[in-house]
């Protein structure tokens, strides 16, 4: 075989090598796209079923605190520590924000239901809330909701400079509150103020009966039994 001929074939061979190494490489671009779409579909389905799985945790968790603020409200034994579990797993800021508003609420309300103050219990609404004062991502309403009961657990407790100060951080961010009723209520609240702080004074009451008033019996009319009655 010349030389020529063997030139002639080694660029046939030289020739097929380049097409099967493009036919190659065009075959991998193809699979690098397709796994790259395929990577795209998962991350797409992927998303949905965990946007599904949230939403669906979501409303079980929403539905749980809605039977517990039931059971809070018919002041059922037990329904307090349950809304005190509904705050420490919940991850929703707005079912977390209610939650503690509510036990806040039941907290200060079971404190002055026996003619005493019960102050752990007020103390402990006010712990409850006191995170949500600067709480970031709130609705005006829950962030308002939550500062005037605050306040109110102050003035319960007759800590007025502490609700003063909680009135104050309404009327200067009033932005934050928008579209509420919660800067009026709190001016109004400070206005009375000054009228709670005055210390509480009791009227002197009836004088106490002497002893050793005689008894006193009388004949009831078609009665035969006398009754006596203390003068």
Known sequence: MDADKRHYLKQNELAEALT????????????YWLVAVAVVLLAVVGYRGWGSLQASLAAKSWHEFSQVSQKVQSKTVGALDEMRGIISNASNPT????????LAAALRESATQTGTIDQAALQESIEVLKPLLNEPGLSPTLAGAAALSLASSYETLRQFDEAEHVYNIILSNQQRFAGTNYVNVAAERLETLPELRKPVEFAAGLPPPPTGMPTVTVQQPGSTSPMQLDV
Do not use: D, G, P, T
């Not at 099967?20 to 699979?31: A, F, G, Y």
């Not at 079912?95 to 509510?102: F, V």
């Open 20 to 31: 099967k190494l493009r036919n190659l490489s065009s075959h991998r671009e193809v699979l």
């Open 95 to 102: 079912l977390a924000a209610s939650a503690r508003i509510q």
